[in-house]
């Protein structure tokens, strides 16, 4: 149900204050930090500041006027969050933290992007189309798991980058010095560790439990199902696949190519570097394939099915309101149409009525000959190509079998964001059609 902007605003001005007034608090605490222990007076100085701004912030939200993102800033996100803009900015986002990883990694410069992104989240919530999405009882862990990932994306960034530092000193890592070496007994300490976790984690939930309603629907039925209607959050990278490849494709071969994939990760891996301590120099291309798998192609996947996916599985804009009589006219199209009715200004070969199967064979070979050319080059004649430039030093450690497991595992990862940007570029549909086996590709 569509709520009023006034409505809105009277219905979450406390909760944001409370909101600006914790995060002045936990401000106040690191701009102590910095004063006493790092002895930065100037960066203290731009703390105590930023907590005074924080406090008449948190001040105007408990009087019922909170700040709020401007409308015009939000029409520019809301027209650059199309699907082509989300997939390619998130890759470009994950390369530039990665080429700038020694200036990001920093302390400071962390905690000013988290600064940043809790800023812009209380700002956003004032929206009350945003707020319906984030603020739905689901999908609060979500977003908790996103800043999560974050942060020990950073954490382990931040010891990798400092060992990096170290190995070009001529010192062992971190995790070699003698402090970080020490035994832990698994009673009392480990246990004594776990039971404290278990208490802290149970009185979470039970305040989590009285704060948040359950998320909870009617009964279900088969005549009204809900629109959307979404997997749970750690399969929606899942069902996000599904719109681009055939359900057998998405939902058997690739999750089992990423299975078959992680267990052949000790057969492929040459560089017995980075065993038990972290590092990005000396395993540069094993990073940035674990990295664009996980957090490009995997958690990417799960933020975009759960906050810009809307109605009739449409995409939104994150201030845009979800409105389930939204329609977009995809003519979606097979590559096979576009080369013999476009192209060729002529019908798809089909075979004679009563033809018989290596008949019907010929005619599809014929149909789709140039989606099998594209996939078998891809496939088959990338990967020597590769090997003679880019990929010469690992060819050569890594033997023929080896080299082409890997090579093809990589190239079928990268198939997805280009089935994704063709997708949604040219309404490419399949590069290989063949529903009379239920063979797309």
């Known amino acids: 149900m569509h709520v009023s902007p006034e409505a809105h605003l009277a219905n979450v001005a406390h909760g944001l204050g409370v909101f600006y007034i914790a995060l002045a608090l936990m401000n106040s605490i690191a701009a102590l930090y910095v004063w006493q222990r790092l002895k930065q007076t100037g960066t203290a100085i731009a703390l105590t500041a930023f907590v005074a701004l924080l406090a008449m912030v948190a001040a105007a939200a408990m009087g019922g006027m909170p700040p709020e993102m401007p409308a015009g800033v939000k029409a520019v996100i809301n027209n650059l969050s199309g699907p082509v803009t989300y997939t390619l900015g998130t890759t470009v986002l994950l390369v530039v933290l990665f080429v700038g990883r ?7 410069v962390a905690w000013a992007m988290l600064n940043a992104s809790l800023v812009l989240m209380g700002l956003s919530m004032a929206d009350s189309n945003f707020f319906s999405i984030v603020g739905k ?13 974050g942060y020990f994306t950073w954490l382990a960034t931040y010891r990798a980058v400092q ?21 832990v007994l698994v009673w009392p300490d480990l246990v004594y560790t776990e039971l404290i976790c278990m208490v802290a984690l149970t009185a979470i939930l039970m305040i989590w439990a009285i704060l948040l309603q359950a998320p909870l629907e009617e009964p279900a039925s088969a005549v009204k199902t809900p629109n959307p209607s979404k997997a749970p959050w750690y399969f929606l990278g899942l069902q996000e696949m599904l719109v681009y490849y055939d359900p057998w494709w998405a939902g058997v071969v690739l999750p089992s190519m990423v299975i078959g994939g992680l267990i052949l990760i000790p057969f492929l891996d040459y560089n017995k570097k980075g065993n038990g301590y972290y590092t990005i120099a000396q395993r540069p291309f ?18 975009l099915g759960t906050f810009l996916r809307g109605p009739n599985w449409n995409f939104f804009g994150p201030y845009e309101f979800w409105d389930s009589h939204k329609v977009e006219a995809l003519n979606n199209i097979n ?14 070969p089909t075979a004679p009525t009563g033809a018989g199967a290596m ?10 000959w140039l989606g099998f050319v594209l996939v078998i080059g891809y496939l088959v004649a990338l990967p020597p190509l590769m090997a003679a430039t880019v990929f010469r030093s690992m060819f050569v450690k890594m033997g023929f079998i080896r080299y082409m497991l890997m090579s093809n595992l990589l190239l079928l990862m990268i198939a997805l964001p280009l089935k994704m940007v063709l997708r949604w570029s040219f309404n490419l549909k399949y590069i290989i059609s063949i529903p009379e086996y239920f063979l797309n590709f």
């Not at 008949?359 to 789709?368: C, D, G, N, P, T």
């Open 163 to 183: 060992n990096d530092e170290r190995d070009k000193q001529g010192l062992p890592p971190l995790e070699a010095m003698e402090d970080e070496k020490e035994k």
């Open 102 to 108: 020694k200036f990001f990694s920093q302390p400071l």
């Open 335 to 348: 590559l096979s149409d576009i080369f013999w009715i476009k192209v060729m200004g002529q019908g798809l």
């Open 359 to 368: 008949m019907k064979l010929w005619y599809i070979l014929q149909r789709e």
């Open 286 to 303: 094993s990073y940035l394939v674990f990295q664009i798998g996980f957090l490009d192609l995997w958690i990417t996947l799960i933020v």
């Open 137 to 149: 009882p689901d999908n609060v862990p979500i977003v908790a798991m996103i800043f999560l990932v």
